[in-house]
């Protein structure tokens, strides 16, 4: 599965565009999740590097919530039970920072 689509990348902000913005006016743009974990990660900011690789910031909702940067590489990389890779939710739209924290 493709995870980052040009919807998603339109759609994203820079890196710190809601630096000082609450949770509830913040935008999810894309949510990645493992199928086989207990892992999700909430998009709301990201950018291309120099190498061509995306940097992320949202939420990564795992065994602890919280809040931190994140890179497409990473997700891309991971193989999880089954060799199940990272998915994205394609019905994930409309969603607030706040709602999942």
């Not at 709301?44 to 602890?64: A, H």
């Amino acid at each position: 599965m493709k995870l980052l689509t040009k919807e998603i990348k339109d759609n994203l902000k820079p890196l710190r565009t809601f630096e000082n913005t609450i949770a509830e006016d913040i935008p999810i743009v894309a949510k990645f999740f493992d199928p086989c974990g207990s892992y999700t990660w909430y998009v709301t900011e990201g950018e291309e590097d120099p190498r061509g690789d995306w940097i992320f910031y949202g939420l990564v909702d795992g065994q602890y919530k919280e809040l931190g940067n994140f890179r497409l590489c990473e997700l891309e990389s991971v193989r999880g039970q089954f060799g199940l890779g990272i998915e994205r939710d394609i019905h994930f739209k409309g969603h607030m920072l706040s709602e999942v924290m």
